[in-house]
């Protein structure tokens, strides 16, 4: 039996209109901890208001560097990913 789980790397828009980027293995449960503020220091200040972004990779070291490759991107080319213009495997 194959115990390997898949990742993800996900997206958040928060309050302020800026992105978060991440990567885990449960999108929803990770966005739960972020609205509580147990998530990551920077959405403790900047509230996550909703995922909009997630891509499935096969291992945790493929989503850790599309997470690495997205968060280098300017703001517009992440946008154009968000918004399905682009993928990570384009650029």
């Known amino acids: 039996m194959d115990k390997s ?3 993800f790397i996900y997206v ?4 302020n209109n800026s ?4 990567y885990t293995d ?3 449960k990770r966005f739960e901890k972020h609205k509580t503020g147990l998530g990551a220091k920077y959405t403790k200040s900047h ?14 070291s493929e989503a850790m560097k599309a997470e690495c490759k ?3 991107l300017p ?11 682009l993928t990570l495997d384009e650029l």
């Open 26 to 28: 449960d999108v929803e």
């Open 70 to 72: 997205f968060k280098s």
């Open 19 to 22: 992105l978060y980027c991440g």
């Open 12 to 15: 958040l828009l928060t309050e």
């Open 5 to 7: 789980k898949p990742y």
């Open 75 to 85: 703001k517009e080319k992440k946008l154009a990913i968000i918004n399905g213009y």
């Open 47 to 60: 509230k996550p208001k909703e995922i909009v972004f997630r891509q499935k990779f096969n291992t945790k």
